[in-house]
T-cell receptor, first 117, second 115 residues
Framework: AQSVTQLGSHVSVSEGALVLLRCNYS??????LFWYVQYPNQGLQLLLK??????LVKGINGFEAEFKKSETSFHLTKPSAHMSDAAEYFC???????????????FGKGTKLSVKP | ETGVTQSPTHLIKTRGQQVTLRCSSQ?????VSWYQQALGQGPQFIFQ???????GRGNFPPRFSGLQFPNYSSELNVNALELDDSALYLC??????????????FGPGTRLTVL
């Protein structure tokens, strides 16, 4: 069965520092991978997605993620944190039982990012 | 382009009751998916509807049911509520169903508390 593991339920960085949120996945087929952000009292917003094209994926708000098959990882990074980046971030993999589409997403437990001034 | 909306925002029910949650998808989106997000967890897939028919289901019992209407609105119904049903319920709409990498657009969710 597929799964997603997000290392660190809470990450704290200073404003201007590098943001690194870790995600490892398990899948027996080439996966589709996603990062979503959830601000308080809001729904999930797609940051970026990997669909077997370029391994380095650029998303919105300056975020990017690199797919590394050998490490089964899809870590999310941003060179310089901004106060507005404080939110919860979810990594997700598409369920292979449904043809690898985004119809059924399997989410990690989330990482809450805090940004200190 | 309007976003995905959900109602109500918050809801309190007692064990054994029934509840209906509503979602309005983006215009033109034929697919709606529902997820349950327990406190401190990631969302879990409940089921998906495509053009008014159920198109797949996660590991949830039959007391979780849904409907999708031609006007891009949908419902999630939960019967015989249990304490563990307390969660944030999210709906997400997309143009296509499984088989595509189409983006899902999430609503803000309904927070259900079962006492």
């Amino acid at each position: 069965a597929q799964s997603v593991t997000q290392l660190g339920s809470h990450v704290s960085v200073s404003e201007g520092a590098l943001v690194l949120l870790r995600c490892n996945y398990s899948s027996s087929v080439p996966p589709y991978l996603f990062w979503y952000v959830q601000y308080p009292n809001q729904g999930l917003q797609l940051l970026l997605k990997y669909t077997s094209a370029a391994t380095l994926v650029k998303g919105i708000n300056g975020f990017e993620a690199e797919f590394k098959k050998s490490e089964t990882s899809f870590h999310l990074t941003k060179p310089s944190a901004h106060m507005s980046d404080a939110a919860e971030y979810f990594c997700a993999v598409s369920d292979e039982n449904y043809g690898g589409s985004q119809g059924n997403l399997i989410f990690g437990k989330g990482t809450k990012l805090s940004v200190k001034p | 382009e309007t976003g995905v909306t959900q109602s109500p925002t918050h809801l309190i029910k007692t064990r054994g009751q029934q509840v209906t949650l509503r979602c309005s998808s983006q215009s033109g989106h034929n697919t709606v998916s529902w997820y349950q997000q327990a406190l401190g967890q990631g969302p879990q897939f409940i089921f998906q509807y495509y053009r008014e028919e159920e198109n797949g289901r996660g590991n949830f019992p039959p007391r979780f049911s849904g409907l999708q209407f031609p006007n891009y609105s949908s419902e999630l119904n939960v019967n015989a509520l249990e304490l563990d049903d307390s969660a944030l319920y999210l709906c997400a709409s997309s143009l296509e169903r499984w088989g595509s990498t189409d983006t899902q657009y999430f609503g803000p969710g309904t927070r259900l508390t079962v006492l």
